[in-house]
């Protein structure tokens, strides 16, 4: 066990890193390489867009793709409310659900990495 030169923690001699403070351990590692302040340097996804992300996805579930039944030829219906369907027999066309839901979550991501705060 080695201890560490910043806050003197016991760690094992294959660490080179302190795993509390993250400073530099031993002479086998140059000063340079050791690890920035993660409070300083850190990137930060951009709250706002996930949050929106949320709000988008929970609305779709809430007001999904409707489809006509299947003793009708395919049709898209719109987009209304889970309980008030357009049609009495009208169905909830997954696949547009899916593809509606990948979209958004994929987008939000993107966004949210793109628009991040350095």
């Not at 760690?11 to 302040?37: D, F, M, W």
């Amino acid at each position: 066990m080695q201890p560490c030169p910043s806050c003197g923690r016991a760690l094992p001699e294959i660490n080179r890193y302190c795993t509390n403070c993250g400073a530099a351990l031993g002479p086998h590692v140059p000063p340079s390489a050791a690890p920035k302040n993660s409070t300083s340097a850190t990137e930060q996804l951009n709250l706002h867009i996930l949050y929106a992300m949320v709000t988008l996805l929970v609305i779709s579930i809430l007001m999904p793709p409707w489809e006509s039944p299947p003793s009708q030829p395919a049709a898209f219906l719109g987009f209304h409310f889970i309980l008030s369907p357009p049609q009495s027999d009208a169905i909830v066309s997954r696949m547009l659900l899916t593809i509606e839901l990948t979209t958004t979550a994929i987008a939000g991501l993107y966004l949210s990495f793109l628009f991040r705060r350095r």
